[in-house]
T-cell receptor, first 109, second 114 residues
Framework: GQNIDQPTEMTATEGAIVQINCTYQ??????LFWYQQHAGEAPTFLSY??LDGLEEKGRFSSFLSRSKGYSYLLLKELQMKDSASYLC??????????WGAGTKLIIKP | ETGVTQTPRHLVMGMTNKKSLKCEQH?????MYWYKQSAKKPLELMFV???????ENNSVPSRFSPECPNSSHLFLHLHTLQPEDSALYLC?????????????FGPGTRLLVL
């Protein structure tokens, strides 16, 4: 079967760095997405990786290793507004997105 | 503002009721999606429409009936639902269906079935 694993919850301190991991097993691979979802709001797109390596976008970076079926989202200089759930999703061979259950990130002052 | 709107935002219905959820996208996209989001579970894809044609139906019970009259509007008709259908129903759209196509989500309808 297809499976996406990510931690259920993480806690970090304002101003610090946090890394959210995602491992996947899917039938085919056409890219990996990270979305942010604040409580009661729509998921919003953060990043897309299809090739191995690190993609940097401001305070957020996303890394992919296809051989290991592994990705992480790195958040730097954490701010209180970064408190949200972070969803990992993989596009499979049929271009359907397979989603993880999300990681709830709690930022403490 | 993501360009995808959903109404109503909240809905409470009995098991014998019939109701409809509405989604509208103002992004000029050709693909639209319905997802179910339950607490602490992954997003479940329910239906996909591409150029108004349904391309996916992921074994969704017949008490959920989608309708896509044009590329900008998507409905989900609900009838004789069960309490376990209580969840957040999210609509999304993308330019096309493809691996790198970003999906843009609406704010969702929070559904409670009594």
């Amino acid at each position: 079967g297809q499976n996406i694993d990510q931690p259920t919850e993480m806690t970090a301190t304002e101003g610090a760095i946090v890394q959210i991991n995602c491992t996947y097993q899917t039938s085919g691979f056409n890219g990996l997405f990270w979305y942010q979802q604040h409580a009661g709001e729509a998921p919003t797109f953060l990043s897309y990786n299809v090739l191995d390596g690190l993609e940097e976008k401001g305070r957020f970076s996303s890394f992919l290793s296809r051989s290991k079926g592994y990705s992480y989202l790195l958040l730097k200089e954490l701010q209180m507004k970064d408190s949200a759930s972070y969803l990992c999703a993989v596009a499979d061979s049929n271009y359907q997105l397979i989603w993880g259950a999300g990681t709830k990130l709690i930022i403490k002052p | 503002e993501t360009g995808v709107t959903q109404t109503p935002r909240h809905l409470v219905m009995g098991m014998t009721n019939k109701k409809s959820l509405k989604c509208e996208q103002h992004l000029g996209h050709n693909a639209m999606y319905w997802y179910k989001q339950s607490a602490k579970k992954p997003l479940e894809l329910m239906f996909v429409y591409n150029f108004k044609e349904q391309t996916e139906n992921n074994s969704v019970p017949s008490r959920f009936s989608p309708e896509c009259p044009n590329s900008s509007h998507l409905f989900l008709h609900l009838h004789t639902l069960q309490p376990e259908d209580s969840a957040l129903y999210l609509c999304a759209s993308s330019q096309e269906i493809g691996g790198q196509e970003t999906q843009y989500f609406g704010p969702g309808t929070r559904l409670l079935v009594l």
